[in-house]
């Protein structure tokens, strides 16, 4: 069973950084894309960031622009979220996600992916 471990959440204040990891193993496959998503509480999941494993190509949500960035290490099959000028708006658990699969389903939405983390909590403080 494929399993992604996320480490690095916590809190934060207003304006400061914060890094997340996440390791994939017992991978059925080579990676086709890996990302990033987050649930704020009574909210749907949400995109946040998302790699392309194949051609490298990057995508973010609106809302994080300018301040996270995502990016990987493929000798260790893990993905990472680097996270500036935290805001509390991004209060929420921030979960991994990867794809095997080569799929047509946009990178953006929850359905492109089938391999799920466990969540970890990042709280931002005002």
């Known amino acids: 069973q494929e399993q992604l471990v996320e480490s690095g959440g916590g809190l934060a204040q207003f304006g400061d950084s914060l890094r997340l990891s996440c390791a994939a193993s017992r991978l059925t496959g080579s990676i086709y894309r890996m990302g990033w998503f987050r649930q704020a509480p009574g909210k749907e999941r949400e995109f946040v960031a998302a790699i392309n494993w194949i051609s490298g190509f990057k995508y973010y949500a609106d809302s994080v622009k300018g301040r996270f960035t995502t990016s990987r290490d493929n000798a260790k099959n893990t993905l990472y979220l680097q996270m500036n000028s935290l805001k509390p708006e991004d209060t929420a658990v921030y979960y991994c996600?990867?794809?095997?699969?080569?799929?047509?389903?946009?990178?953006?939405?929850?359905?492109?992916?089938?391999?799920w983390g466990q969540g970890t909590q990042v709280t931002v403080s005002s």
């Open positions: 996600a990867a794809s095997t699969r080569r799929t047509s389903i946009v990178i953006t939405t929850t359905e492109g992916y089938h391999s």
